[in-house]
């Protein structure tokens, strides 16, 4: 445990820190099964929950809570799926 007050502070900032980032890395998570979940069941609303995603995506990076890389394999990925449904819906 830690015994200087500088130590405690830092336990203490470290630990609020450690709570935003879970929620905000969270919130990202559920936003891209959400959109996973319509791509499934071919939701209508499909294109305004992609956008929501990707830019739920974009403002964890710029929170600094990913990697920039790992936002864009994201985005990539969910792009592709997207595209797929959507081809997939117009052709039958």
């Not at 969270?26 to 294109?47: C, G, R």
Request: charged share 30%.
């Amino acid at each position: 445990m830690a015994h200087t007050l500088s130590a405690k502070k830092r336990i203490r900032q470290s630990e609020k820190r450690k709570i935003r980032n879970k929620s905000n890395k969270s919130f990202m998570k559920t936003t891209v099964k959400k959109v996973d979940k319509a791509i499934i069941s071919n939701d209508p609303n499909l294109p305004a929950l992609v956008k929501a995603a990707v830019s739920t995506i974009n403002k964890t990076v710029r929170l600094g809570k990913i990697h920039r890389n790992q936002a864009a394999r994201k985005v990539s990925r969910l792009t592709l799926k997207f595209n797929a449904a959507m081809k997939a819906s117009s052709n039958s």
